[in-house]
């Protein structure tokens, strides 16, 4: 329905605008800045602008550019998203930027699960190859709010790019994760034992929580410090939190991560471990 207000006849005129930039950036070598910045349609613009606001300035910084307050933390660094020095967005299509980066998401859960106890078992390297440094939004915004992000991002860099069309199918709703029941904390203390060191895997190898809270001096700063979770907080209250902040506080900034009810649970209670004092 919103694509219906997108403007239909720049299309042509966009593609010759794009093809010339690509040939003229290719034999000059340089960006070009046009004043096609102005061209997007601006609700969209805006409302992309909003989320970004809330759930990327902190790593991606005002402009773009990647000096968020929370870049100093991650490694690898947010990308330039403005393109000042090597041209990266101006080569996306913008289903590349929609369906590749805003949705990326990462291994199976039950398949991840399989790989970490394998390797937990056998004492070998963890599974996650690349640990996402940037969080998944799949499982906080709706499709068409990831669309409005596109439409934002295409303002911060200066390379011509084609105009965001979003498809008019596209879901208006969030993702809903229903009130989960929270598991039995009752167990052997070995199946805890496993279940601790699974959890610590998921938080600093697979879901990079790292990247936003800090333990014990390392790590992020968008969330609270987490050295202290065993002391503060409940279980039953992790539990339910980090399977679906959304449901407990609508506009937190912490994402929806997407984990199994397994997952879940190994980092609760990996959490749960935690009671030494804060070094930061
Ligand atoms: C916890 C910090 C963090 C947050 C929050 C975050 N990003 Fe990122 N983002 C990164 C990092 C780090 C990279 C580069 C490393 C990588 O590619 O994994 C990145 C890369 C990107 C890229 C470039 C693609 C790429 O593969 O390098 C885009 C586009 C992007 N982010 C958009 C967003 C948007 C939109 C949001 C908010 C909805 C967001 N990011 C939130 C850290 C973050
Ligand atoms: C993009 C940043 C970000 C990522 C990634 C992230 N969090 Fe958070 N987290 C936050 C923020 C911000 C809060 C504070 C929430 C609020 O007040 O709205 C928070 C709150 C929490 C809390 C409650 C802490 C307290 O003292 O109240 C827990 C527990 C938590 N996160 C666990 C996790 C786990 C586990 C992961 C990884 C699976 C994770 N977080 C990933 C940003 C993040």
Redesign the pocket.
Known sequence: MEGAAMGKGRQFSLGCVVVFVALFSLIVGCTNKTDNDTSQSSSLVMQGKELFMNYCVHCHGPSGVGDGFNALYLDPRPRDLTDSIEVFMGDLSNDDIYGMILSRDIMDPEESERLLDEALENDTELPFLVPPAM?TFKYTLSDAERWTLVAYLRTLHKNDAPQVDIPATVSTTRPIVSGRKVPSWDMAEEEKITLVERGKAL?SDK???V???MIAGYGGK???D?SQ?GR??ASDW?YQ??SN?QAI?SD????N?G?SENEAKA?TLY?GTLVSPSTS
């Open positions: 969080p938080f879901y990079n929580c990247g936003c809270h968008v969330g609270p987490l979770s503060r907080l992790t939190w980090i902040p506080s937190t900034k912490m994402p991560l984990l980092i959490l």
